[in-house]
């Protein structure tokens, strides 16, 4: 494991077509992550997630790959950081058994920063609980 990347495995009963279909329509992403302007599974694609914060945020993204069912790569630029921080997130997705294993990795962290690492520790935490409400999502397909 790279300590300064954010790495966590899940494993979802659901078949990767299922999984796929989460990570990739918004109405589905909005029930477990947030909700987004111009979100399109297709590379190229620049788009903009909404952060439920008082006052609102936006992570500005571009999609850097989308292969249905196996790949979702996308920037993830938040510009509320001093200076704004730029990282990379990939979803992998592998069927296992009659289910899925998902590889969530964000990379881009320089932990020699200090609100880098704070960031990168904040975004595991962010991650984990995101993926709490996938499960419970994919669970309601």
Do not use: Y
């Not at 690492?117 to 999502?137: D, S, V, Y």
């Amino acid at each position: 494991m790279n300590p300064a990347a954010v790495e966590i495995g899940s494993f979802f009963t659901q078949p990767p077509p299922a999984v796929w279909r989460a990570l990739s329509e918004p109405d589905l992403i909005e029930l477990w992550l947030m909700s987004s302007i111009g979100f399109a599974a297709a590379t190229g694609t620049h788009f903009i997630f909404i952060l439920p914060t008082q006052p609102t945020g936006e992570i500005a993204c571009e999609v850097l790959a989308a292969r249905p069912a196996q790949q979702l790569t996308h920037t993830w630029f938040d510009l509320r950081g001093e200076p704004p921080a730029r990282w990379v997130v990939d979803w992998a997705i592998q069927p296992e058994g009659r289910g899925t294993r998902l590889l969530l990795t964000q990379t881009g962290f320089d932990i020699s920063d200090r609100r880098q690492k704070m960031a990168r520790n904040a975004m595991e935490r962010g991650w984990k609980t995101a993926l709490l409400r996938l499960r419970e999502a994919l669970d309601e397909l």
